[in-house]
């Protein structure tokens, strides 16, 4: 009986551990509401804490936009998640760092809610991406690229640009454009 019920256990173990990626998670954007990113599963991700006031804002702002811009919508999307836990370079509140990067840098890819990144109080998104990579931020723009499925491919800090990040993208959705067009 006792083998039975250790079998089992270990059984609902891997099913639960199976079933659990990025996109399962349900967070808070910009402008308050829930957001499930179940809806971004099929597409490539890169998750991101950003920050307003870091000395990494602009090229990683300007070469985020340019890769969604290239990339997105329905292949890839950029997932910014700003913090101030990192040099407490985002003070602002969730809507005034919406208003400034999309004035700033023309942001058009999904921002959420400021969020903690690393410690007790980190969002549980963030602790799955730390979890599944082994990389923990230790600073702004810290980078995770997600794939279709919501399983983490690599992260990388800030002194990875976006720049080098680039062919690895490309190359997840040009898979995802082949797969499609075999399917049709």
Same mark, same amino acid.
């Given at each position: 009986?006792?083998?039975?019920?250790?079998?089992?256990?270990?059984? *609902?173990?891997?099913?639960?551990?199976?079933?659990?990626?990025?996109?399962?998670?349900?967070?808070?954007?910009?402008?308050?509401?829930?957001?499930?990113?179940?809806?971004?599963?099929? &597409?490539? &991700?890169?998750? @991101?804490?950003?920050? &307003? %006031?870091? $000395?990494?804002?602009?090229?990683?702002?300007? %070469?985020?936009?340019?890769?969604?811009? %290239?990339?997105?919508?329905?292949?890839?999307?950029?997932?910014? *998640?700003?913090?101030?836990?990192?040099?407490?370079?985002?003070? $602002?509140? %969730?809507?005034?760092?919406?208003?400034?990067?999309?004035?700033?840098? $023309?942001?058009?890819?999904?921002? *959420?809610?400021?969020? /903690? @990144?690393?410690?007790? $109080?980190?969002?549980? /998104?963030?602790?799955?991406?730390?979890?599944?990579?082994?990389?923990?931020? +230790?600073?702004?723009?810290?980078?995770?690229?997600?794939?279709?499925?919501?399983?983490?491919? +690599?992260?990388?800090?800030? &002194?990875?640009?976006?720049?080098?990040?680039?062919?690895?993208?490309?190359?997840?959705?040009?898979?995802?454009?082949?797969?499609?067009?075999?399917?049709?």
């Amino acid at each position: 009986m006792l083998s039975v019920l250790t079998l089992l256990l270990i059984l *609902f173990s891997l099913n639960e551990a199976k079933q659990k990626d990025l996109y399962t998670f349900k967070v808070v954007n910009s402008r308050g509401r829930l957001v499930s990113l179940e809806k971004y599963r099929g &597409s490539v &991700s890169l998750v @991101v804490n950003v920050a &307003s %006031d870091c $000395g990494f804002t602009e090229d990683h702002y300007t %070469d985020l936009q340019q890769l969604q811009r %290239d990339f997105g919508p329905s292949h890839f999307n950029v997932l910014a *998640f700003p913090c101030n836990q990192f040099g407490q370079q985002e003070p $602002g509140s %969730d809507k005034d760092i919406d208003a400034f990067v999309r004035r700033v840098y $023309g942001v058009s890819f999904p921002l *959420f809610s400021k969020i /903690a @990144v690393v410690g007790t $109080g980190a969002n549980n /998104a963030f602790k799955y991406l730390v979890e599944m990579s082994g990389k923990e931020p +230790d600073w702004n723009f810290w980078k995770y690229l997600i794939d279709t499925d919501g399983k983490v491919v +690599d992260a990388w800090g800030p &002194s990875v640009s976006v720049k080098e990040l680039r062919p690895k993208i490309a190359e997840m959705v040009r898979n995802i454009i082949l797969k499609k067009k075999e399917e049709l």
